[in-house]
């Protein structure tokens, strides 16, 4: 029997806006993130590494404790424009062209900074939700750096329709990325190591 893991991943950044991390101003090669993911009572971790940062973002994923790894293309225009966040990961390549599982896109982010609103959709098992959220607040999210304590600025949101969903999204226009999502289940970003130069 082959199990599935089914999350939304999130996460590659440039960590520009940070106070006390080196200014990086891209996201490089050699980038990792690890989160840990918690559903049904189990955690895991799941680590993402840049690979590639040429006309498609590319980036390696590995569960931890499982074989599953697999490898995510990113293309412009999703970056730009995709509204769905694909949370699906079984071990298999990835081609994201109108979902994103690490971001949410320019056109979200400027949606919630103009409208306080945007709306997202994603899946849980067969069913697909469409969801408005609201920013709330303006929170702290603290992650380790390369093995120190950093604090980033959040964008805290809820959805509209009190379904328990929430999302804290980095407040950072370059690189929106979800630090944390609550969708009864979560993922909740760990570590962050830089690329060694």
């Not at 049904?40 to 569960?63: D, E, F, G, K």
């Amino acid at each position: 029997m082959r199990v599935v893991y089914t999350f939304a991943l999130v996460a590659v950044i440039i960590l520009s806006s940070c106070k006390s991390v080196k200014n990086i101003g891209s996201i490089e090669n050699g980038m990792a993130l690890t989160y840990n993911f918690i559903a049904n009572q189990q955690a895991t971790q799941i680590t993402h590494t840049v690979v590639s940062r040429s006309a498609y973002t590319v980036l390696n994923y590995a569960i931890s404790g499982t074989d599953f790894s697999g490898k995510i293309n990113i293309t412009p225009m999703a970056m730009d424009s995709a509204s769905e966040l694909d949370n699906h990961f079984d071990g298999e390549d990835k081609n994201q062209t109108k979902t994103l599982s690490l971001w949410i896109s320019q056109k979200n982010f400027s949606e919630i900074k103009q409208d306080s609103t945007t709306t997202l959709s994603f899946r849980q098992g067969l069913v697909k939700n469409e969801t408005v959220f609201k920013w709330k607040e303006t929170q702290t999210f603290m992650c380790n750096v390369d093995g120190k304590l950093e604090e980033f600025k959040a964008i805290y949101l809820e959805d509209t329709m009190n379904k328990d969903f929430k999302l804290w999204i980095w407040d950072n226009a370059t690189n929106p990325i979800i630090f944390r999502l609550d969708f009864g289940w979560q993922m909740i970003l760990k570590d962050i190591s830089l690329p060694k130069t």
